[in-house]
């Protein structure tokens, strides 16, 4: 049983740890479905996390927190917008200089805020989401198997988490049986055929945007309003750029983002759990290497496993249209 408790721990790790990649993915998916590359998913993170936890500890509100990261961010993804869909710039400089100018901002204006070197106060109870339980879990907690099951994996998460999991299937709905996923799916394969329809190429990609800025901004409010109970320096801490790594090992789709994401949790998890712990033959493993072991496998996963993945055709291109 101690094997089984040790498996559950490490798979319970790999629900929240994947929560944030997940949302940050299934992010990505809606704006590059519209052919908009999105490499400023972190920044656009950064400022969810930390826009939630500084409205949570001012007005001492969970809810509110919320609103505010979701607000942030999707403001941030119209500048985006703004940059390479109505100005039709380079996407990936205006990606980056979204992640840099948050990366900065979020500093200062901590400082500045709250005189903590850039944090936030810590939040107390009602001020972040706390985990729900769910009925019965408490009585079959100690039933072999279905007990630490039902109790630990499926019941003690926050309400962001059934969010971010419920996300999967509606976002497959939206993608494949909606005339806005249809439409979004054409403007990312052929934005002039979309044009010629008399379909505006631009007010798609701004929807498609604003429905990332709303998965980034909750992304972010659950690294700081559930997973840290506070704002941190650069708390995303590249999962912004795992979570393009997870879209481009799904090929695009949302389920396969979900199992994707699942599998960098799972590497993360595990490598917490080996910290410190001697490996057989090999000894005990530097700290070190093993925080860098999920970064390291992502990249030979996406280099050797994924076969050739096709992302949308006009993603990255600015749509001119033609006169």
Request: aromatic fraction near 10%.
């Amino acid at each position: 049983m101690d094997m089984f408790n040790a498996i559950i721990q490490v798979l319970d790790s790999t629900i929240r740890l994947s929560v944030p990649l997940l949302l940050a993915c299934l992010a990505g998916l809606y704006s590059e479905r519209a052919g908009i590359f999105d490499i400023g998913l972190e920044g656009k993170m950064l400022v969810g996390a930390f826009a939630g936890a500084s409205a949570a500890a001012v007005f001492h509100s969970a809810l509110i927190g919320l609103g505010t990261a979701v607000l942030i961010s999707v403001a941030f993804a119209l500048v985006h917008g703004f940059a390479s869909i109505t100005h039709r710039g380079n996407q990936i400089v205006s990606g980056v200089a979204i992640n840099f100018i948050a990366a900065g901002s979020t500093i200062i204006l901590g400082q500045a805020w709250f005189q903590q070197g850039g944090r936030t106060p810590a939040l107390q109870p009602g001020e972040r989401f706390e985990a729900i339980t769910w009925p019965g879990a408490d009585a079959v907690r100690d039933v072999p198997v279905i007990g630490p099951i039902y109790a630990e994996l499926i019941s003690g998460h926050s309400i962001l988490v059934y969010f971010a999991f419920a996300m999967v299937p509606f976002t497959w709905w939206v993608l494949f049986r909606t005339r806005f996923g249809l439409r979004m799916r054409a403007v990312g394969e052929n934005p002039a055929a979309v044009d010629t329809a008399g379909i505006s190429v631009a007010w798609l990609r701004y929807r498609a945007l604003i429905c990332t800025g709303i998965l980034t901004g909750v992304a972010g409010a659950y690294l700081s309003m559930v997973q840290n109970g506070g704002f941190v320096k650069d708390m995303t801490a590249g999962k912004g750029y795992i979570a393009l790594a997870a879209l481009i090992f799904a090929k695009w789709k949302p389920v396969n983002a979900m199992f994707a994401c699942l599998l960098f949790g799972f590497l993360d998890a595990a490598a917490i759990r080996l910290q410190g712990s001697p490996l057989p033959i090999i000894g005990k493993v530097p700290v070190q290497f093993m925080q860098a072991l999920p970064y390291v496998l992502t990249v030979i996963l996406l280099a050797g496993f994924i076969g050739k993945a096709i992302p949308p055709r006009a993603g990255g291109v600015p749509y001119v249209k033609e006169r």
